[in-house]
């Protein structure tokens, strides 16, 4: 199981980029088990939400 540095650094860069399947799964059993990453997901989802809410469209996120 991944720690929560690990995790944190995980969860950072899936805004740059799109997590493969196992990395993604690792990360949401790890905050799934551990208050703090599930937290700090939460924050992070919030404000993904709002700084999305500014660019309005100008940096969707694209395939790679
Ligand atoms: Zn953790």
Same mark, same amino acid.
């Given at each position: #199981? !991944?720690?929560?540095?690990?995790?944190?650094?995980?969860?950072?860069?899936?805004?740059? %980029? =799109?997590?493969?399947?196992?990395?993604?799964?690792?990360?949401?059993?790890?905050? #799934? !088990?551990?208050?703090?990453?599930?937290?700090?997901?939460?924050?992070?989802?919030?404000? %993904? =939400?709002?700084?999305?809410?500014?660019?309005?469209?100008?940096?969707?996120?694209?395939?790679?």
């Amino acid at each position: #199981m !991944m720690n929560c540095r690990e995790a944190t650094q995980l969860m950072s860069e899936s805004q740059e %980029r =799109k997590l493969s399947l196992k990395e993604s799964m690792s990360l949401g059993m790890h905050t #799934m !088990m551990c208050k703090g990453c599930h937290n700090y997901k939460q924050q992070m989802g919030t404000l %993904r =939400k709002i700084t999305r809410a500014y660019a309005k469209g100008k940096n969707e996120q694209e395939e790679k």
